[in-house]
């Protein structure tokens, strides 16, 4: 986006026009712009003044257009030069006091593809915007300081990108070792954070799904550098990016409640569409729990994101597109009432309800989460037992290992394309039979054909074997076998 200034004589200071497109708040800058220039002691031209925002078929939304509009008007002045060599952002307080905005590490990614080497941003915005090489990033607390920077009047230092180190204040992760019992539940998390496999877990209220869906995040790799920085980038955008902070250093754990809109979900809004939780979650879990609470139209329009790893929203002189390269982590009810298969407590619900309640959760919907997991309720001996369980740390250990042999074939299992399929998934003859047992039995749809198929590579993988072996594929299909229990 380009600012444009124009100032001539025969006008007055209430003479003042923003062209091309702009929304409420760029339109409400004049009066900012004009307040922050006077209290910053640089005065206001008695002239009439006509700003263009250019290309002029694009809306322009946000107030990051205030500080390049007032450098804009304070180089038709005469009073700054050389603005035009710099990518500058940031929102007017009356006081010329410079607040910060939305998306700088995009813009910092821009500069440097269109070889502009130098960024001015607010202060807070500074960190986010200096881990993208090759471009200067200086961080201005107040309009006289931008003058000043861009008069060359005083040193000013670029911003430093913070160091990648662990964040002590960030969010505290549990541990497995937490969790009693539950072992068939704490294997299939293992397998799925080894492939980037999606998960749902089935069980009576009380079960532990919500506290094993929380303690995954703990069992995954750390995020790579080209990771933290896709990931950064989406939440810069959405501006819910922590003020002073640079790169993410912990995977995304996004659980929006079950009330959540469709636009809230998947991206969208009034305006310029916005990123929605599923990108929020991209290299990171999306937890949906009370999944048939979720209204069924936003459930549906999962499958989409879940398919092709993004989101696309268009507008009728816009498209957008925004990564969503998340795991899904969901838990339910076997019922409304909760009980229903429980050996212990009786179900109220009748036949009826129960299938109307599961009805809420699509066949294809369930083809694209590729474990189903019942998690029962805990026995008593197990709840009491003070034995010490597994460690994240060691669960994780065997999950990069897991990983690692996957970066050397350029994807994760769960991601395996279908043409390369049969060739990293090669059967002994005792898999072909117990795959087809399992595909005639179980009427299993081509695509969970390929799921348990890639369940299989990743629990060979974490058993450190080449060739996916029949006892690979009987606990793949071990994982599969919910889905037709519950909506047979």
């Not at 019942?374 to 597994?390: F, I, M, N, T």
Request: net charge neutral; glycine share 10%.
């Amino acid at each position: 986006m380009d600012v444009e200034v124009d100032m001539h004589a025969g006008g007055t200071a209430r003479d003042f026009v923003t062209v091309g497109m702009p929304d409420t708040a760029v339109r409400e800058s004049r009066e900012r712009i004009k307040s922050a220039l006077m209290n910053s002691g640089f005065g206001y031209p008695n002239k009439s003044v006509t700003i263009n925002l250019a290309p002029a078929n694009v809306r322009k939304e946000g107030a990051g257009f205030d500080l390049p509009m007032a450098l804009g008007i304070l180089g038709a002045m005469g009073i700054v030069r050389g603005a035009e060599e710099h990518l500058v952002a940031g929102e007017l307080s009356l006081d010329g006091s410079i607040r910060g905005v939305r998306g700088v590490l995009s813009m910092a990614v821009c500069a440097r593809r269109l070889g502009i080497r130098s960024l001015l941003v607010p202060t807070e915005n500074a960190a986010e915007g200096a881990v993208v090489e090759g471009v200067q990033v200086f961080g201005i607390s107040h309009l006289s300081d931008a003058v000043s920077l861009l008069n060359r009047q005083g040193e000013f230092a670029a911003a430093l990108p913070k160091a990648r180190t662990p964040d002590a204040g960030g969010r505290e992760v549990s541990d497995f070792a937490d969790v009693r019992g539950q072992g068939t539940a704490k294997r299939a998390l293992e397998v799925a954070a080894a492939g980037g496999h999606n998960v749902l877990l089935i069980g009576p209220p009380g079960s532990g799904k919500t506290m094993l869906a929380k303690r995954l995040a703990g069992i995954l790799p750390s995020l790579t550098f080209q990771e933290a920085l896709e990931t950064t980038q989406v939440h810069s955008v959405a501006g819910v990016l922590s003020p002073g902070d640079g790169l993410l250093r912990e995977r995304p754990f996004r659980a929006p409640h079950h009330s959540v809109s469709d636009a809230g979900l998947l991206g969208g809004g009034a305006g310029t569409p916005r990123p929605g939780e599923v990108s929020l979650a991209h290299h990171g879990l999306l937890f949906l729990d009370e999944l048939p609470e979720f209204p069924r139209n936003v459930l549906e329009q999962l499958r989409q994101p879940l398919e092709d790893r993004a989101v696309t929203i268009a507008r009728a002189n816009l498209t957008l597109s925004f990564p969503a390269d998340f795991m899904l982590v969901a838990a339910m009810n076997p019922c409304r009432c909760g009980f229903h298969g429980d050996t212990t407590r009786e179900c109220r619900c009748t036949g009826a309800q129960i299938q109307q309640y599961l009805s809420k959760i699509s066949g294809p919907l369930l083809d694209r989460i590729d474990l189903h997991i019942e998690v029962p309720a805990v026995d008593y001996k197990e709840l009491r037992s003070r034995g010490e369980g597994v460690t994240s740390a060691e669960i994780r250990h065997r999950v990069e290992a897991a990983r690692a042999v996957q970066a050397g074939r350029g994807f994760y299992n769960a991601h395996i394309p279908h043409q390369q399929l049969r060739r990293l998934c090669a059967l002994d003859a005792a898999g072909e039979r117990t795959l087809e047992m399992a595909v005639r039995r179980m009427s299993l749809s081509a695509r969970a054909h390929d799921r348990i198929l890639r369940v299989a590579r990743t629990i060979a993988d974490l058993g450190g074997s080449e060739m996916v072996s029949g006892k690979h594929l009987a606990e793949a299909v071990q994982y599969r076998s919910l889905d037709r229990s519950y909506w047979s």
